[in-house]
Each structure stands twice: as structure tokens, then as C-alpha cells.
């Protein structure tokens, strides 16, 4: 059998780059086996790789590692001339496919996905590759423990060529015996087999006690009794897999944390559902983030669908989520409020926006930003029409530090011009006694006067009795700036502040927009979390005592829940949706939900789950 992949002689003194055809090249990946054909099903974690279309098109092997990712050679996607790694993370340079399961590639079993990322190590040549869609139908291989040793026999596996055919459809294994092995390779020579182009990236596997444990990938052969090859030499070149079982825990276990936003991102009337995830750091350091898209089909979610991805220099942690039509073409678009460090002249922010094209989203576009003066730590970010010109504009509630009449916070709002966003204006700020850590903000068109105006869920503290006091207080948009706020309600029972998580939208469908609150009601002895969800309906000019329209009968958790609103369902009145952190998986994968609560006009109906999985 053979393996297809550009021949890489990377450090070692053991191979001479050759130009000809069967050679090894630096500028190649590795090659495989030339053995025997093997069994219908055996070795189904194996994976056939397709990179390139047409005459460039050229083939490797790989090994399922995790349901969504496949372990291989990173010479394999190398351009000529490149190094074989590292490789830049993100999406591979030419169309890439893997057919995984299909033994006898004539046949139809297995499955075909595309490749829509790669992360690559940086030491050795290999690379995780990550599919669109995850196989769940065929077990992934487990990676050895301990190093080869010298004498060894692994066993090789590989789509390659074989002694007879340029391009076989068949996979194929063959033995090959250790005889060094260093701190990233493992040397071997033929013992019934050979390494040859196509094979590249394939699996040298330890057979022991029953079990199939994933020792090396291949990297480099000379690739003798390959077809079309007059070497004689046997001896190939595998990576080390055994040492990288926390790399490869780290990339599959992605992604971590999460920001929810909502808004009619393709522009049919009904509104989606988007989350941005934290992917961590790739293994060079660069810190990874990912934008994902639940969109409405009237009932419920289709599912989620990755919009845009960075392989580094986006960082989550640094992001603060907001959505809004800020060019006005009716469709919603997502903001990332960005700290983008210090300079001489005082900390930096900047405003990222991801245009919505009606299918997926632009990548993201610096829409304004400061020379410095401008703190994101001090910064809370929402979105609406404050000045009604039918373009969403963003405001930030900001700490202003304190006074001598107390602490002083500032609203600033950064108008949109369709293209882009003005410099901040402050269009409110108290001399002191209104504290910013205090405050929650959320955006609605409270009066129904064209305007979106500010909302900000206070937290009063504690009564004199021990009752915990919330204010909400409404600032009003004049068009050009904001009234200063008025104390809508006040909390006359217990109502604790740091147990609520705010949203806003028109529930009853009046053509005022309402404000909910998810409430978290504690954890029973039996460790049952219990949750509400309070909804406080808009006069116009105040907002009714919150009425409690959901209580949870089972466990639901209010840390795991991440609320917004929308019309999701398009009858007028906005629904409250929740991406729920479900839990991890036995292999370290971050598994969501998406639940839906559907207004009625008068109250809100129990939540639907519309969505389980992985987004990794």
C-alpha cells in the first residue's frame, strides 16, 4: 500500500533530497505502506484525505482522533516551498475532504466530510484537522502511552501506493520494525511493506493484549518497491504521538466560554440566536474566537452554523457582544467592543463589527477606535436606534471613577454613520451617587416614541430589615442625547440583584418594549438548580412590578444560562432564548443547549429545547 504526501527529509541525515519522482524532497510530505490489502472495516478510524481539485489535487491518510477531528501530517497541506511545519491555524489553503470508514473506497460506507480548520504542533510534523460535522458512528483510535523502543513492530496502515497501482482504492498495512527512536521520530525500516506518496499522515499502530493504540504518524520514507520507484532503501521516518495526549485534549476539548447576542441576522422577519466562543490559544500562543449562528425557521433553530473563525489575534476574553443594524439594510449585525491595550496617551478601545451578508457574516472590520483614553474594564456595551434615523447605534455605560459626591458613571454612545461609528459622545453623566458596578444595561424602545432608549438594573443593597433592594432606572433618548434617569421601579419585597441576568423586548406585543429577568433561585439540598424568569411590562412611562411568568420544575441552572430576546417565531412578540451550558463530554468537549421560552402576549410558556451538541 502507499500513502500520498509530500516527502519531508526534515533533520534527518539519513535521507538526501531528490528531486525525482519516488524520492523524498524537502518540500513534500511523507510517504507510506506498500503491503497487504486489508479486511472490510478494520482500521475505520482510518481516514482517506483529498486536498486540492484537479490536477493538483493530492491524497494523504489520517487517523480519527475525537468525533470532529483527525490527526495527520502537516506537510501534508504545505504549499511548495513552505515549511512542513508549523502550518498557520485556520482554515487549509485548498478544499480538503476526509472519507472516513470506507476501507474499500469503491464502496459507500463511512462517511465524507470536509476539513474546516487546522491546528498544527510546532515541534513535530503534525496536525490536527477538524470536520465539518462531527462522525459519531465510528470509534476514534486511542493514542499509546509510552514511546516505540527499538525492535518494536508497528503495525502501518495507509491509502497510498502500492507496488502495482498509482492511484489503489483499497487501504492497505504492512509491519515495520523500530530502530531508533528520538525525542519527536521514530525510525523504522520495511518489514513487509514500504511507505510511499499517499500515505502521508497515516497511522503506525501498536497491536498488544487485543487493543489498537495510534504509536506515529507517517512523516518521511525513501519508498522502496513503491510504484514507480527504483529506490532500494526501506527505511521511513514516523512522528511521535505518544507524548502530545494533553495537545490533543486541548484542541478537541475547545471551545470555553461564551457571549449570546440576538437579532435578524438574515433579514427574514424572524429573529436568530448567535453565540461567540472562546477557542482558546493555538499551540503557537495566539488566542482563538469563533462566531456561530442558531437561525429561526419559524419554530424552531436550525443548527448552528459557524459564520466566522480567527486561527489567532482575536481574543475573547477581551471581547465584550452586541448586536444591531447598524448600516440600516435590515438585517442585524454583531459588534465586539475590543480591548485593544494601552498606548502612551491611556488605554485603548475599539469597536470590530461583523456585517451581516444574509448567510453568514463579514470577517470583522475596525469600525472605530481610540488613540488612547478609553478603558474597556470600565466599559458595559448595548445596542439600539437612540437617535431614530433607523440605523442601531452602541452606548456604554462607563465608570467615570468617583467624586467627592460619589462614585460617577457616563453614558457615551457612538452613533453609526452606516459605515462605521462616530467618536463617543457623553450624552449623560452624575456628578456622583450613581455607581457603575452597580448597574446592568440593556437597550429598548420603552415609550414606543422610534427611539431606543437605556435601561440599567440597579443593585441597592440590602434594607435595613436584610431585604435586598433593585431599582430599575430608565434613561430616556431625546434624540440627541439622554434624560437623566428615572427610577421606573423599586423592588418592595426581597429582590436580589446579584441573583438576575437582564434582557429586554416587546413580550406583549403593545409596541413597547418590556424588560425580563432570569432569577436564580438556588440550589435544593438534592442538588436540584431552580430557576424564574420575571417579566416587568412598559407603561410607557414606568415598568409594573415584575411578575413571575416561569418557575423551573426540574433543574435548571441559572450560572449554566446565557438569556437574550427576539421575535423568533415572527408573531409580533418577542420570545426569550437561553444557550444553556449542558455539561462536557467523557472526552472533554463543551456540549450546549438552546431553549426557547415563547411569548404568549400575556405570559411565557414553558422553555423547548430546540438544540443539544458541540460546536468543536
Not at 482 to 489: A, E
Amino acid at each position: 500500500m502507499s500513502l500520498k504526501s509530500s516527502r519531508r527529509v526534515r533533520g534527518t541525515a539519513l535521507f538526501v533530497a531528490v528531486a525525482a519522482a519516488g524520492a523524498l524532497s524537502t518540500a513534500s510530505p511523507a510517504q507510506a505502506v506498500v503491503g497487504d490489502a486489508v479486511a472490510i472495516g478494520s482500521y475505520a478510524f482510518t481516514a482517506k484525505l483529498d486536498i486540492g481539485e484537479g490536477d493538483a489535487k493530492r491524497a494523504c491518510t489520517g487517523s480519527l482522533v475525537d468525533a470532529q477531528w483527525v490527526l495527520t501530517a502537516s506537510s501534508c497541506f504545505a504549499a511548495a516551498g513552505q515549511a512542513a511545519f508549523p502550518l498557520p491555524a485556520g482554515a487549509p489553503a485548498l478544499k480538503t475532504t476526509a472519507t472516513i470508514g470506507r476501507t474499500n473506497l469503491t464502496g459507500t460506507g463511512g462517511k465524507v466530510v470536509q476539513v474546516t480548520e487546522l491546528v498544527s504542533r510546532t515541534d513535530r510534523d503534525l496536525v490536527m484537522a477538524k470536520l465539518a460535522q462531527p462522525v459519531t458512528d465510528i470509534a476514534p483510535v486511542l493514542l499509546a502511552n509510552s514511546a516505540p523502543v527499538a525492535g518494536e513492530t508497528l503495525r502501518a496502515v495507509g491509502y497510498g501506493r502500492t507496488a502495482t497501482a498509482w492511484v489503489p482504492d483499497q487501504l492497505h498495512a504492512g509491519n515495520f520494525a523500530v530502530s531508533a527512536t528520538g525525542s519527536t521520530t521514530v525510525a523504522v525500516s520495511r518489514d513487509g511493506g514500504s511507505i510511499c506518496k499517499g500515505d502521508a499522515g497515516g497511522p503506525a499502530l501498536r497491536e498488544q493484549d487485543g487493543k489498537v493504540l495510534l504509536a506515529a504518524v507517517h512523516s518521511a520514507s525513501w519508498q522502496a518497491g513503491c510504484f514507480n520507484s527504483d529506490e532500494t532503501r526501506g527505511g521511513a521516518v514516523e512522528t511521535r504521538t505518544d507524548d502530545i495526549t494533553d495537545w490533543v485534549t486541548q484542541v478537541r476539548g475547545l471551545p470555553q466560554g461564551s457571549q449570546v447576542a440576538s437579532g435578524d441576522f438574515n433579514g427574514d422577519g424572524r429573529e436568530d440566536v448567535a453565540a461567540f466562543y472562546d477557542n482558546g490559544t493555538s499551540v503557537d500562543g495566539k488566542n482563538r474566537a469563533s462566531l456561530f449562528a442558531f437561525y429561526s425557521n419559524g419554530t424552531g433553530f436550525a443548527e448552528p452554523k459557524n459564520v466566522w473563525s480567527t486561527p489567532g489575534g482575536f481574543t475573547w476574553s477581551k471581547s465584550q457582544l452586541t448586536s444591531g443594524d447598524y448600516n440600516g439594510d435590515g438585517k442585524d449585525d454583531i459588534a465586539v467592543f475590543y480591548d485593544s491595550g494601552s498606548s502612551d496617551t491611556g488605554q485603548m478601545s475599539s469597536i470590530y463589527t461583523f456585517t451581516s451578508t444574509g448567510t453568514g457574516f463579514s470577517a470583522p472590520k475596525q469600525t472605530w477606535t481610540t488613540p488612547g483614553g478609553f478603558t474597556w474594564s470600565m466599559s458595559k456595551v448595548t445596542s439600539g436606534d437612540y437617535n431614530g434615523d433607523g440605523k442601531d447605534d452602541i452606548a456604554v455605560f462607563y465608570d467615570g471613577g468617583s467624586s467627592d459626591t460619589g462614585r460617577v458613571s457616563s453614558l457615551y454612545t457612538f452613533d453609526s454613520t452606516g459605515t462605521g461609528f462616530a467618536n463617543p459622545r457623553k450624552t449623560w453623566t452624575t456628578p456622583g451617587g450613581f455607581t457603575w458596578s452597580a448597574g446592568q444595561v440593556t437597550s429598548g424602545d420603552y415609550n414606543k416614541d422610534g427611539k431606543d432608549d437605556v435601561a440599567v438594573l440597579y443593585n441597592g443593597g440590602k434594607s435595613a430589615d436584610g431585604k435586598f433592594i433593585s431599582s430599575l432606572y430608565t434613561f430616556n433618548s431625546n434624540g440627541t442625547t439622554f434624560d437623566n434617569p428615572r427610577k421606573t421601579w423599586t423592588s418592595s419585597g426581597s429582590f436580589n440583584w446579584s441573583a438576575t441576568k437582564l434582557t429586554s423586548g416587546d413580550y406583549s406585543g403593545d409596541g413597547r418594549d418590556d424588560i425580563a429577568v432570569l432569577y436564580n433561585r438556588g440550589t435544593t439540598e438534592a442538588g436540584v438548580h431552580q430557576s424564574a424568569l420575571f417579566t416587568f411590562t412598559s407603561s410607557g412611562t414606568d415598568f409594573a412590578a415584575p411578575r413571575e411568568v416561569w418557575a423551573s420544575t426540574g433543574s435548571f441552572s441559572w450560572a449554566a444560562s446565557q438569556p437574550v430576546s427576539g421575535d423568533f417565531d415572527k408573531d409580533g412578540k418577542s420570545d426569550i432564548g437561553v444557550l444553556y451550558r449542558t455539561g462536557t463530554s467523557a472526552d472533554g468537549r463543551r456540549i450546549d443547549s438552546l431553549f426557547s421560552f415563547t411569548s404568549t402576549g400575556t405570559g411565557i410558556k414553558a422553555p423547548v429545547k430546540h438544540w443539544t451538541g458541540s460546536v468543536v
